[in-house]
């Protein structure tokens, strides 16, 4: 028998969240059951609710930054056991036969990788994500939280942390590389963190002033605001990386422009519209403009023990759900740049529908 389980929705896309009732599948053999205690908030959740990128599929169950207990395992689980703490992140299911699987970039899956929500399992459910209090998620799929993360401060970390860590570490931030993290929210707060673990030098650059001393905090030694002109131009030509985070339009030339020679723009941020950028801008100075999306399973789990090792958490501000009408002012508090730096949900307070 599949069980039940509290979760917040999104009948529509203009539509506020409201507590349900979700099946959870009978566990296979392979299944893990988590009992989830907290669920990160995402600008992708949001971007999805509001049918921002288009293809959402209402109702919606959100969440894909889970931390949790295991609460039960199929006959056929040898990874976890009850009472392990884990974490899912962005994925649920991959074909784990294709090369792209099998190079640990379960994202690119041949197949169709399974996102952990708005998206159609391989028997064609619906997935439902991480913002209700229990999941059922193929071992293969799940991380070990390890010791030394709270989960608060672990849920993040299945996406903002892997989308982060990911591309740092491809584009080699590292001692005597400069890097910049443009937008500080919940990837860009992550960034910094990491960026400065590794051992870079890292500066941000956000609207204003107002988040400059929580950036020196996270690590960043300098802090731009974009709006001071002088700032930017001076900041010309000295980064060999920067990371940009941000959920809305940018000018993409301002920000090749602050690149060294052979530096790369590396863009994670995922706003609906196109951006445009001179062939010029990258072909003078050997210039990159590339991409990254979340991280495979094997390096989403490499990022949690770096994390540990390092004694890096998210910042999070914990939300209660049992008045639902939280939620709805959280996401608007996210769009306009307020969170700091992660609101994450106590899932115990999903009321009952
Ligand atoms: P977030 O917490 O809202 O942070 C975004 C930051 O962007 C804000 O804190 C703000 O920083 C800046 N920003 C927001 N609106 C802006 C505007 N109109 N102009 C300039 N800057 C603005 O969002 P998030 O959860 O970090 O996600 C960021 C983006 O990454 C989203 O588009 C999300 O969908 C995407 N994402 C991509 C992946 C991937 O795999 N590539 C994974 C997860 C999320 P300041 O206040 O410092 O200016
Ligand atoms: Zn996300």
Redesign the pocket.
């Known amino acids: 028998m599949p069980t039940t389980t509290n979760a917040l929705s999104v009948p529509a896309a203009s539509a506020p969240f409201e507590a349900v009732q979700i099946e959870r599948r009978d566990l296979r053999d392979d299944d893990v059951r988590i009992d989830i205690a907290f669920a990160g908030?995402?600008?992708?959740?949001?971007?999805t609710v509001r049918d921002e990128w288009g293809a959402a599929h209402y109702p919606i169950v959100t969440g894909h930054e889970i931390a949790g207990t295991v609460s039960a395992v199929g006959d056929g689980v040898t990874k976890f056991a009850v009472g392990d703490r884990v974490g899912v992140g962005?994925l649920v299911d991959s074909c784990a036969e294709c090369e792209n699987c099998k190079n640990g970039q379960e994202?690119f899956c041949l197949k169709g990788s399974v996102g952990t929500y708005n998206a159609r399992n391989y028997d064609g459910e619906w997935a439902a994500g991480g913002y209700s209090q229990q999941i059922v998620v193929t071992e293969r799929m799940v991380l070990r939280v390890p010791e030394g993360i709270e989960l608060d401060e672990a849920a993040p970390l299945l996406?903002?942390g892997?989308?982060s860590y990911s591309p740092l570490k491809r584009w080699g931030a590292g001692p005597g590389r400069k890097v910049a993290v443009?937008?500080?929210?919940?990837?860009?707060?992550?960034g910094v963190k990491l960026a400065a673990a590794m051992g870079a030098e890292v500066t941000?650059?956000?609207?204003?002033a107002?988040?400059a001393d929580d950036?020196k905090a996270l690590g960043a030694t300098t802090h731009i605001a974009?709006s001071d002109r002088a700032a930017m131009r001076e900041a010309r030509g000295s980064f060999d990386l920067v990371l940009n985070?941000?959920?809305?339009?940018?000018d993409m030339e301002a920000y090749l422009r602050l690149l060294r020679p052979n530096g790369a723009l590396v863009?994670?941020?995922?706003?609906p519209s196109n951006f445009s950028v001179k062939p010029g801008s990258l072909i003078i100075g050997n210039k990159s403009l590339s991409?990254?999306?979340?991280?495979g399973i094997d390096e989403t789990q490499e990022m949690l023990d770096f994390c540990a090792e390092h004694g890096i958490g998210a910042t999070i501000e914990r939300l209660d759900a049992s008045d639902t009408t939280t939620i709805d002012a959280a996401y608007d508090e996210?769009?306009?740049?307020?969170?700091r730096?992660?609101y994450v949900i106590d899932t115990a307070t999903i009321p009952s529908a």
């Open positions: 908030i995402c600008h992708s959740d949001i971007h962005c994202q996406c903002a892997i989308t443009v937008g500080v929210g919940g990837l860009g707060h992550m941000t650059l956000s609207r204003s107002d988040k950036a974009t985070t941000v959920s809305a339009d940018l863009n994670v941020g995922l706003p991409g990254s999306n979340i991280g996210v769009v306009a740049g307020k969170v730096y992660r």
